[in-house]
C-alpha cells in the first residue's frame, strides 16, 4: 500500500480546520475534548469530500491507492 504524503501546508490547514472546529465548545474535562476531537477526524476523514483530492473523503482516496482494498480496519 503506497502511504499518503502531505506537505507542511497540508498538515497546517488540517489542524486549522480542527482548532477552529474545536474551539467553539467549552469542555468539562480533557476526556470530552478527546472524544470531540475523535469525532471530528473521523468526520474529517469518512464524511467531508475533499476538493483538492476530486471531491471523494481521504479514506476512498486511501482506498484507491490500496488498489480497492478496504479500508475497515481504520474507521
Known amino acids: 500500500m503506497k502511504k499518503a504524503h502531505f506537505t ?6 488540517i489542524l486549522k480546520q480542527a482548532e477552529d472546529w474545536l474551539s467553539h465548545y467549552i469542555y468539562s474535562d480533557i476526556s470530552e475534548l478527546q472524544n470531540k476531537a475523535t469525532d471530528w477526524l473521523w468526520t474529517y476523514n469518512n464524511e467531508r469530500p475533499n476538493m483538492g483530492i476530486g471531491g471523494i473523503t481521504p479514506i476512498q482516496k486511501l482506498e484507491k491507492l490500496n ?3 478496504s ?5
Open 71 to 75: 479500508t475497515d480496519s481504520l474507521h
Open 8 to 13: 507542511d501546508s497540508q498538515i497546517l490547514a
Open 67 to 69: 488498489n480497492g482494498n
